[in-house]
């Protein structure tokens, strides 16, 4: 089976710091993308990438930052995580076949 | 651009119902449909989909027809069961953008 697998199902951290979520899959998929959701707002994407090194903000890039060094790989920064930063954090990875979603990272900012 | 409108949740219903989620999209073109479900604090799984105008998905009871005259993909399911109960998205690939376009998801809760 395919997989997409993210690193942490949940995190802490504290206003301020420096947070990375990293994100893998075994598909060589080119398109990978960074959602998060909150209750009542659906999906919201962050940032996409479609290509090692090639990244391209989203609907909601502000307070974040991507790294895509390795086709497999797709961290999401979060530069000084703050309070409205709290959410559940999605990868995925794909094309218009099919998408493939890791099972998410729970991440509460204190 | 492309855009999917799904019916509002939450639905509830019991246990054995007949179970509708409307979709409706607009799109360039026939693009393939999708249907995600997420169960809670999981990610998104592809539940079915359909690549052509008139297609029937299905997969686990579900299914959903590929309805071009009415741009439509609404899922359905004779039978639900309290496992059934999670967040159901309908979803278009991205043709030419890159990004794929899902609807805001209809939370379906089953009671025994």
């Known amino acids: 089976d395919v997989k997409v697998t993210q690193s942490s199902r949940y995190l802490v951290k504290r206003t301020g710091e420096k947070v990375f979520l990293e994100c893998v899959q075994d598909?060589?998929?080119?398109?990978m993308f960074w959602y998060r959701q909150d209750p009542g707002l659906g999906l919201r994407l962050i940032y996409f990438s479609y290509d090692v090194k090639m990244k391209e903000k989203g609907d909601i890039p502000e307070g974040y930052s991507v790294s895509r060094e390795k086709k497999e790989r797709f961290s999401l920064i979060l530069e000084s995580a703050s309070t409205n930063q709290t959410s559940m954090y999605l990868c995925?990875?794909?094309?218009?076949?099919?998408?493939?979603f890791g099972s998410g990272t729970r991440l509460t900012v204190v | 651009g492309d855009s999917v409108t799904q019916m509002e949740g939450p639905v509830t219903l019991s246990e054995e119902a007949f179970l509708t989620i409307n979709c409706t999209y607009t799109?360039?073109?026939?693009?393939?449909l999708f249907w995600y479900v997420q169960y809670p604090g999981e990610g998104l799984q592809l539940l079915l989909k359909?690549?052509?105008?008139?297609d029937k998905g299905s997969n686990k009871g579900f299914e959903a027809t590929y309805r071009k005259e009415t741009t439509s993909f609404h899922l359905e399911k004779g039978s639900v069961q309290v496992s059934d109960s999670a967040v159901y998205f309908c979803?278009?690939?991205?043709?030419?953008?890159?990004?794929?376009?899902f609807g805001r998801g209809t939370s379906l809760i089953v009671h025994p």
């Open positions: 359909a690549t052509k105008a008139d």
């Open positions: 799109a360039t073109g026939y693009p393939s």
């Open positions: 598909m060589d998929h080119e398109n």
């Open positions: 995925a990875g794909g094309r218009d076949y099919g998408y493939t």
């Open positions: 979803a278009l690939p991205s043709g030419g953008s890159y990004i794929p376009t």
